[in-house]
Structure formats: C-alpha cells, structure tokens
C-alpha cells in the first residue's frame, strides 16, 4: 500500500508539472500571428538604408546637382522622374511629397524600391526652359531606332549629361516600371507594355487615359520599345504649376501610389 501511494503521488506529481506546458500547447493555433495590416500610424522604425537622403547621382551642364532620393531595398522598382522638360515644374513638388509621404508611411516600402529623381533637368528649371543649358531637349536625347540626330535633339545620343544620369539610373536599378511627370496635356500616356499600369493609376485621379505616340529619342521610347519596361507619361494640365503641393498630392498622389504599389489596389486612407 504504501509503494502504491508513492507511485501515485509520482504520477499526479508529474501530471501537475506538464500542466503548464499543455496547456499552452494547447492554446497555440498555426494561423494565429501578431496583426501585421499596415496602416499609416505605424511608427517610422526603418534603418536609413530603407529611408534614404538625397544624394547626387550626377551635374547639369552648368554644374547643378541632379539629386535622386531612393527609398526601400526591395526586388520590385518604381523609377519617378520629373522636369525633364523645365518649363514643365508641377512635377517636381510632387514628387518630392511623394518621397515625404513614403518615409511617413514605410509599410509602402515593404519588398520595394523607389527611385526619385524630383528635377532631371535642373539648368532648365531655374530658366523656365523646355531644353538643357545646351539648347537640347532631353526627352530626345535618348538611344532609340526612331531617334533623330541635330542641335534640338542632340548630335548624338546621350550628348547631355542629364540624360546620362537618367540612363545610369535605369542601368543600376533595372525599374520594373517608370513613371516621367510632364506637362501639360491633361492625360496619362504610356509606352512599351504600360497600359495595364496607366488604367490603374487612371483609377486615382481625373486624367484618363490618351495614347500619344512614342516620340523620336524620347525616354518612352527608350524604356518601353528599346528595353520593353512599362512606362508612363503622366501629363498633368498647365495650371497645375500654380497649385500648392497640398493641392497636388490631393490629385495626384494616389496615382502615384497606384504605380509604387501596383498590382496592389492603394488603400482608401
């Protein structure tokens, strides 16, 4: 009797001390994972490789900076460029609002990569000029089978420092899509296999979408028909240069984040 109750006792003594342990496996559940929806109250805890500053990636003719702002460290790539033409500034602010609301909302950056260039053509925004300090449009400076060589074009492809940067860009990022802010036609354009990206960012703002033509040298014909990436051509309306950023990103900043996040649809907030 008493080995008996001895045994006993070991039993329920052990029985006691594996309570705990069953008990919490038995509330563990494979699909019960912390709540990670992003929402844009969620704290900024990036390292400064995924928020980055401004950096130089190149000089105008007359020795501005051209300054490109990469956000995120993901396989997916959104190249942003504005002010290629400089007589066409609405842009620049909104791409820089674009950058701003990125760092404030780092949950969009998650497996992405957005490259930002706000001025590529520096020299001809300070004069209020379609063309470079040398007199050449940038938008047909590129290497392209329709391109034509002279003074307004360039003699030859990638005479201008700024379209050089552009193209380094392009070479060191590979984007999977590129988005070239112009105005002022009133429309969203696109080139190379761009049209599924265009009708969704046609979704967010009030431009519909209006093909133009690949035009000689330009960087749509670069990106989209040369290297076959998607490529919009977001042309914003001539008044829009006189409207605040506020007043922009209201417009046009889900447009944006419609290509960031495409093919996800941009959250109502």
Same mark, same amino acid.
């Given at each position: 009797m008493t080995i008996s109750a001895n045994k006993n006792r070991t039993v329920i003594s052990i029985v006691c001390s594996l309570l705990p342990i069953l008990a919490l496996g038995g509330c563990y559940r494979p699909t019960e994972y912390p709540q990670v929806i992003a +929402?844009?109250?969620?704290? +900024?805890?990036?390292?400064?490789?995924i928020l980055a500053q401004p950096r130089i990636v190149g000089t105008s003719v007359q020795n501005r900076p051209i300054m490109c702002t990469v956000l995120g460290q993901g396989p997916d790539v959104t190249l942003i460029l504005a002010a290629i033409h400089g007589n066409e500034p609405a842009g620049t602010p909104l791409v820089r609002r674009l950058a701003e609301h990125l760092r404030q909302s780092?949950?969009?950056?998650?497996?992405?990569?957005v490259v930002l260039l706000p001025a590529a053509n520096p020299d001809g925004l300070a004069y209020n000029s379609r063309s470079n300090a040398n007199? %050449?449009? &940038?938008?047909?400076?590129? =290497?392209?089978a329709n391109r034509a060589n002279n003074a307004e074009f360039g003699r030859t492809a990638l005479s201008e420092p700024e379209a050089r940067a552009i193209q380094q860009l392009i070479r060191q990022y590979s984007p999977d899509r590129i988005v070239s802010i112009h105005q002022p036609m009133g429309c969203i354009d696109y080139d190379g296999p761009g049209y599924a990206i265009a009708s969704?960012? $046609?979704q967010y703002c009030s431009l519909p979408v209006k093909k133009l033509g690949a035009k000689p040298g330009? &960087?749509?014909?670069? $990106?989209?028909?040369? &290297?076959?990436?998607?490529?919009?051509?977001?042309?914003? =309306?001539?008044?829009?240069?006189? %409207?605040? =950023?506020?007043?922009?990103?209201?417009?046009?900043g889900k447009a944006l984040l419609a290509a960031v996040t495409?093919?996800?649809? %941009? $959250? =109502?907030k």
């Open positions: +929402t844009p109250q969620m704290p +900024t805890t990036l390292p400064p490789t780092p949950y969009l950056l998650a497996g992405r990569t007199g %050449v449009d &940038l938008n047909r400076n590129f =290497s392209t969704r960012m $046609a330009s &960087l749509g014909s670069y $990106a989209g028909l040369t &290297l076959g990436i998607p490529i919009i051509t977001l042309e914003l =309306s001539q008044s829009d240069s006189g %409207v605040s =950023s506020d007043s922009l990103w209201q417009r046009y495409y093919p996800e649809i %941009v $959250a =109502s």
